[in-house]
């Protein structure tokens, strides 16, 4: 893998500003300044699509391009960010990704391909152990949602774990409230679901690392997030 060329400040319109790192055979736009405000936001849609062409020249020769928003405002609205393949070919683009800009954890990703297989929250929650079930799941939206930021530093721990073994299969991470303080990962997966959700007793295993549980224990635990 060569060395990564960053083309800093390549965007500029008003408050968004984006960079391009190019690295191989993959371009990412890193742009700050568009966030949604709710599902469906068209005006994010819209912001994506200008930045993505001002930025065309800078990843057109690239096999992979990728657009990560940060957002800093609100970053739950990341689990609602969706667009089609028909949508993501119009941007150029063949991954859309947004990043907590308060702590650089990618928590959504959105791929050229068609939507995983949606999967009720009912379905994890009925299961027994570390719940895995095939699909996308949905979470309700009376769940309260937790970032980053309000989390206890032994649930951060757990937090950015879980981001790690994950790794680059993430496509999306929701922190939830319910009852306890939960995490739905879902992971890419091989057709037809092309997608895999595990249900993390978030709450559960801070506790137990803060009673002295070595991280390494919490992180084997994390098992069933590696793709």
Known sequence: MGDPTVLKGVYKDGAVVASVVQQDDLAKIMVKGIEPTRPGDTDFAAGIAKVA????????????????????????????????????????????????????????????????????????????????????????????????????????KVYEAAAQVGGRGILKMVCLLDGEIKLVIAVRDAPPPRARSVLVPLQQFAADLAKGTAFEEIVKRLNPLRT
């Open 53 to 156: 062409v001002g930025c065309r020249p800078h990843i057109e020769k690239f096999g992979e391009r990728e657009l990560c928003a940060v957002l800093v405002t609100d970053p739950t609205q990341a689990e609602n960010i969706a667009f089609t393949p028909e949508e993501m070919a119009s941007f150029g683009l063949t991954r859309v990704s947004a990043m907590d800009g308060s702590c650089g954890i990618l928590t959504r990703v959105v791929e050229s391909e068609p939507a995983p297989i949606p999967l009720p929250y009912t379905s994890l929650r009925s299961s027994s152990g570390l719940p895995d079930q095939p699909g996308m799941v949905d979470v309700p939206s009376n769940l309260p949602r937790k970032v980053h930021r309000d989390l206890t530093d032994p649930q951060k």
